[in-house]
Structure formats: structure tokens, C-alpha cells
């Protein structure tokens, strides 16, 4: 109990860069009066999670006991899957959990922590938890431009991040570019390739940053099962590198960190690749379906970045408004995603969900725009 006239007690004080960064914002599912939405708005897999990982989970396990500490049946099988050297793979509550290992172990106060002008909206937030600076390469035409990118890197710079496919863009940089990149950067300098998106990419295209990794001494790829696999409820991800890398991640990332659960489901899941070419098929179908039907309101200011992602970044440069079609999309019942924030006020990112989902987002549009349904 304070005595009257004492000076209030000094509360805890964060350091002070600690103090100026905001929490991770989550895509919503809810309407401004509270109505729930279908959620378009965090690129989850609308066909759910393989049957096979379905199974794993219902098995059911001991709760009292900890988790495998290094998930070694899920590394062994994550390296069986893509052909790479399981001691060469850590794997995260969430690929997040091992970027932010990534960045805490190259990078503090006074380094740059470099990324394309519109990227994933947790990399500010990485560099800015260990002090370091964020640095943003401006784009071309939204996408990452390794021109930019290789200019913009300076003696501060300790780490690159590159998704690829892009969020929120969608936007793509061919394995040529992403070598060129690598080749530009200097040796010390670490390059993540976050491959969140990567089971939506054609498969021809996919192995080349994993090859990347192989062969150098400063990549990291990551991987997620949140996305394709439909296991984002589960927080499994993965990063694949050199060994000096790994064991850095290693180091950093917490003791027991993937559940139980998590490394079964996951593990089960990668037994199914089917679900997963299944869930690449319908996206790339119901994309180039949103896409047209955007293209065809390109007389009312409608646009879309080119993706290879499970999302499209619709542009609104006329008369109807991104502000405008989020509000009439969430009273037709979806949550998409409007990201004024990262710069872009005039654009709405929208998940590829259902065939009916996606049949009715078109529709609300067309109806915005004044045309016939
Ligand atoms: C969704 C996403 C992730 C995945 O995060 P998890 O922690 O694995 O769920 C990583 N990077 C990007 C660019 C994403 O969009």
C-alpha cells in the first residue's frame, strides 16, 4: 500500500525497442457487428487437413508424456519426402517460431534485417524484437525486385528474407532470380527463403532453394504445415540448411516445441501427397476463376497481381473502393483481408476458399460494381 504523497512505484520497464513494436495481427473472422464469416483473411486450406492426418490425430496419445524433443520420425520423413539430409532439418512450433531463431541469432541492435517493400507482415516485427532495423527494397510492380533487394543490402545487413511465393502479393521469383539474388548477396549475409507457399508452385519449380540451401553456407528455406497441408491449428513447420545454421535454430528454439499431436499429424500428412496435389489443383482453378472474374471488372478500376499463392491482392482504383467491397463482401458473409497498414489501402487479399465460396465473393463483386450477377 502506497502512503499518500510517496511517488508511484516504477513499474518494469522493456527495453526500449521492445516498447515500440505491436503484436502480430491475425486475419479476422468476425464482422464489425460480431457476425461470424467465412474466413478468407488467413489463407488456410478451405478443403481442411488429409483424411491420413485426420486418423493420426484421432488416435490420440498420453498427454502426460513430453513430446520427441527433436522430432526425429517427422525430420526423417520431411527428408524422405524431398529428397534432402534429415540432420540438416529443424523443425518449429510453426516455420515462425525458426525465423524468428534465424533472426535473433544473426541479428541485434545496429544490423538491418532486409525484405521486398510488401512481404509477410510478421518480418518487421522479427527484426524489431532484437533491436535490429527493418529495411523495406522497393518493389517491382509489387513483386520482390533482386535488383532492388541486392542494391539496397549494406554493411548493416545480417539476414534477407524472401517469401516466395510472396504474402500478401502472391507474386513469384523464378529460381533464376532467386540465385541471382544469392549469388549477389554477400557470404555472411543469411538468406531465408520462406516457402510457405511453396506446395502451390508448380513442382518442377519447387526444389531450387532447397538445392540452394544444400550447397551454401548462408540459406535457410523454410516450410510450413499450416498452409497446403491444412494443418495450421497443429503450429508444425521446418527449416532445412547448412549445419552451422541448424544449430544455431537448434539453440534458440524451444526445448519441446513441436507437439505431439503436431508430429503426428504432420507426419501423416506428408504420407498423403495426394491431399496435397488435390489442394494444389482446386487453387489453381478457383484462382484463375477469381482472376477472370476480376479481369472482367477492369472497366470499374478492378485488378489483380499475378499469384502463385493461395490468395489473390486485388487492386480497387475506381469508383468502388477496397474499403467499399470489404464492407460488402463481409455483409455477403467473408472476411477478407485489407492491409492499409503494409501499404496498401487501395488492395483486399482474398484466400482461395470453397467453389461455392468463391462463386459467391464473385457475385458480391460483380453486384458492387453494378453488374449483372
Ligand atoms: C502463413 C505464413 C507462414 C507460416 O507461418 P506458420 O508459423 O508456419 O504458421 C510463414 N510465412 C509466410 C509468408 C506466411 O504467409
Request: charged share 20%; aromatic share 6%; net charge neutral.
Amino acid at each position: 500500500m502506497s502512503k499518500p504523497n510517496s511517488k508511484p512505484l516504477a513499474k518494469p520497464q522493456p527495453k526500449p525497442w521492445i516498447a515500440q513494436i505491436h503484436a502480430y495481427v491475425p486475419g479476422k473472422s468476425k464482422s464489425a457487428s460480431g457476425k461470424p464469416l467465412v474466413k478468407l483473411s488467413a489463407n488456410e486450406n478451405p478443403l481442411g487437413s488429409s483424411p491420413a492426418a485426420l486418423a493420426a490425430l484421432a488416435e490420440g496419445h498420453n498427454p502426460a508424456d513430453y513430446p520427441d524433443p527433436d522430432a526425429r520420425a517427422l525430420r526423417e520423413k520431411i527428408a524422405e519426402v524431398h529428397g534432402l539430409d534429415p540432420d540438416r532439418i529443424v523443425c518449429g512450433t510453426g516455420s515462425g517460431e525458426l525465423l524468428h531463431c534465424a533472426v535473433q541469432a544473426l541479428a541485434g541492435q545496429g544490423n538491418e534485417v532486409l525484405a521486398s517493400r510488401y512481404s509477410f507482415s510478421l518480418y518487421p516485427l522479427l527484426a524489431h524484437k532484437v533491436g535490429a532495423q527493418a529495411v523495406f527494397a522497393e518493389d517491382n510492380s509489387y513483386a520482390a525486385s533482386v535488383d532492388n533487394l541486392l542494391a539496397a543490402v549494406t554493411e548493416r545487413t545480417r539476414v534477407v528474407l524472401l517469401d516466395n511465393p510472396n504474402n500478401p502479393v502472391g507474386s513469384f521469383l523464378a529460381p533464376s532470380e532467386v540465385v541471382r539474388l544469392h549469388a549477389g548477396l554477400p557470404s555472411d549475409v543469411l538468406l531465408i527463403v520462406d516457402e510457405a507457399y511453396g506446395e502451390y508452385v508448380d513442382p518442377a519449380l519447387q526444389h531450387a532453394a532447397f538445392e540452394l540451401a544444400a550447397a551454401n553456407e548462408n540459406v535457410l528455406v523454410s516450410r510450413t504445415f499450416s498452409k497446403a497441408y491444412g494443418l495450421a491449428s497443429e503450429r508444425v513447420g521446418w527449416v532445412t540448411g547448412a549445419p552451422h545454421l541448424i544449430d544455431l535454430v537448434n539453440r534458440l528454439r524451444g526445448a519441446f516445441n513441436v507437439s505431439v499431436s503436431g508430429q503426428k499429424a504432420a507426419l501423416a500428412a506428408l504420407g498423403d501427397q495426394a491431399f496435397v496435389a488435390a489442394t494444389r489443383k482446386h487453387n489453381m482453378a478457383e484462382r484463375a476463376r477469381l482472376a477472370e472474374a476480376v479481369a472482367a471488372l477492369g472497366n470499374h478500376g478492378l485488378s489483380a497481381s499475378p499469384s502463385e499463392a493461395n490468395f489473390l491482392l486485388v487492386h480497387f482504383d475506381g469508383a468502388v473502393t477496397a474499403a467499399g467491397a470489404l464492407e460488402a463482401l463481409s455483409d455477403a458473409g467473408y472476411a477478407v483481408r485489407h492491409l492499409p497498414g503494409q501499404g496498401l489501402p487501395r488492395s483486399l487479399r482474398i484466400t482461395i476458399g470453397k467453389s461455392e465460396d468463391m462463386t459467391r465473393v464473385i457475385a458480391a463483386l460483380r453486384a458492387l460494381c453494378g453488374e449483372a450477377v
